[in-house]
């Protein structure tokens, strides 16, 4: 048994007894490759240290938790108040059950910038940085699963026993094969022929998780389907039809309603953040005011359910310039730059401000995605300033720190989408999403290894023995909650979110204890080398 050993890496760190001046520190931001590891935006450590000569680290601390702060209120106005309308919106308009929808729709729109192909996860020159990125998935997963269902198990749910068993048996075994392939060892030559093993692998991922998900869809349209013809059994009937309008596909304007009006509903964030504490409102207003006028929110409690054009128009023109940091290359770039443009002046040219457009689920959903991209931003941001004080202040293993503190924004972007779930009365969505999750994170997590050149000539091992660990706790807790779930009648009680908040903070203290050398990682009996 060997596995990765990230000891010898050279870490973002200085030495706990000498005394850390400015100029030591930002030497270490710009030398240190790993400082920078997760840099998207901003880069932390060079701009207080180099920049603005900052010499205590007492002081960096209390500016990366003020920080954090306003990253976290962000992420949950962005959350909140326009990932979440839209998402609802469309399961109310897809012709598929709650959970269906959820489970098929939620994991590719809320990781629809992770996942983005054209955005890179490892980095070639350096043979750390896929061992790190792979610590930084398995805890994704664990984080998905134990956040999702506890936040379900406080206000309490009943899955149905063939879904439950289905979700549950289908995640171990993805779990189980992705443990299998990524133990291996491959030599990545175009004279061997580990890289065919590596595709044929792949590949079936890949092609297990698309059944999956076809089997999924088909179920869920069928028995909405069935449903909807035993609520409505004469709805094929013409006069059972809302209005003439709805048949022609067309709506009538609202005369009744004006452009200034329908603006100020869009963008007063003091009404529309109302179930929200007042000294919130009121500092978040202002930035409410910018994403508001270019983040549709199509929403039944507004009029004309929350459309409105304009805002539609510019969110068409503003997104290709949102997708710049992903990495685009300039063709593709260009590309998605002259088809949002144009979908922007067709929506301009063929909808009316005062009527509801025929197709409104489409702008609904360009909503949701630009809301993700915000909220991928958010979460990134805040994975970076944690990675560099953390690494810098505890001098802690890097894969050890991607375990334990990293996904702390999709974490809480995930409670809050549960909780307003919840309190919609929309149990099986709310099922469905915490599902999604940890499903896409399963059956995603070695195709993107492998399609962004994680497994090369430098790197051709990702699994460290701290990962390792990780895994068999993602294995102790997915298998023993459902045994748990199963014996409690398949309801999601109090119970289980006690005993899931156990099993994390024995993981986090055996992390700790595996740190500081008191034990060695599980399922290891000596020191272990390269």
């Not at 379900?152 to 149905?160: F, H, K, P």
Request: proline residues 3%; glycine residues 4%; positive net charge.
């Amino acid at each position: 048994m060997s596995f990765v050993n990230l000891s010898i890496v050279k870490r973002c760190s200085l030495p706990h007894e000498s005394f850390r001046l400015a100029n030591q520190t930002c030497d270490l931001a710009k030398s240190t490759f790993s400082c920078g590891s997760f840099v998207h935006l901003i880069n932390y450590l060079e701009i207080f240290f180099c920049e603005f000569n900052l010499h205590k680290m007492v002081a960096y601390g209390v500016i990366s938790a003020v920080i954090l702060v306003i990253q976290f209120s962000l992420l949950f106005m962005v959350t909140k108040y326009f990932f979440v309308p839209n998402l609802v919106t469309l399961i109310e308009f897809a012709p598929l059950t709650m959970f269906g929808f959820s489970f098929l729709f939620f994991g590719p729109s809320f990781f629809v910038s992770y996942y983005n192909s054209f955005c890179g996860v490892c980095y070639f020159p350096k043979f750390n940085m896929s061992p790190l990125h792979f610590s930084k998935m398995v805890g994704d997963i664990m984080r998905y699963f134990v956040m999702g269902v506890m936040v379900i198990c406080m206000q309490g749910y009943r899955a149905d026993g063939v879904t439950l068993w289905s979700c549950m048996t289908f995640i171990l075994i993805g779990l189980g094969y992705l443990f299998v392939v990524t133990k291996k060892s491959y030599h990545i030559d175009p004279e061997y022929t580990d890289s065919y093993l590596l595709t044929f692998r792949v590949t079936v991922f890949l092609y297990t998780f698309v059944i999956v998900l076809l089997v999924v869809l088909v179920v869920s349209y069928a028995t909405f389907q069935q449903s909807a013809r035993k609520a409505n059994p004469r709805s094929n009937l013409f006069w059972d039809m809302d209005s003439g309008d709805e048949v022609l596909g067309k709506y009538q304007k609202q005369r009744v309603f004006s452009r200034r009006e329908l603006w100020l509903k869009t963008v007063n964030g003091y009404k529309n953040m109302k179930d929200s504490h007042v000294i919130y409102r009121i500092l978040m207003m202002p930035i409410y005011f910018i994403i508001s006028n270019f983040v549709p929110v199509i929403s039944k409690d507004r009029y004309l359910v929350g459309w409105t054009k304009y805002t539609s128009c510019l969110c068409l023109i503003v997104l290709p310039f949102i997708g710049l940091p992903h990495g685009f290359m300039a063709v593709r770039w260009i590309m998605l730059l002259m088809v949002c443009w144009t979908l922007s002046i067709l929506t301009f040219m063929s909808t009316h401000s005062l009527r509801r457009p025929d197709n409104v689920w489409i702008f609904t959903f360009l909503g949701l995605i630009i809301s993700s991209v915000a909220m991928s931003f958010l979460s990134r941001e805040i994975d970076n300033i944690t990675w560099q004080y953390i690494s810098i202040h505890f001098d802690l293993m890097p894969d050890v720190t991607a375990l334990l503190y990293f996904g702390f924004g999709e974490m809480f972007s995930e409670a809050i989408v549960v909780r307003c779930l919840q309190q919609m009365k929309m149990w099986d969505a709310t099922f469905g999403v915490v599902m999604s999750m940890v499903t896409y994170a399963v059956f995603l997590a070695f195709p993107l290894l492998y399609y962004q050149g994680c497994y090369n000539t430098n790197c051709w091992k990702i699994t460290t023995a701290t990962t390792e660990t990780g895994i068999y706790f993602i294995f102790l807790i997915v298998s023993t909650s459902l045994l748990h779930i199963a014996m409690s009648g398949y309801e999601f009680r109090i119970s289980l979110f006690f005993y899931l908040l156990i099993l994390t903070v024995i993981y986090v203290t055996l992390q700790w204890m595996m740190h500081y050398g008191w034990m060695l990682p599980l399922a290891t009996l000596h020191h272990l080398n390269n």
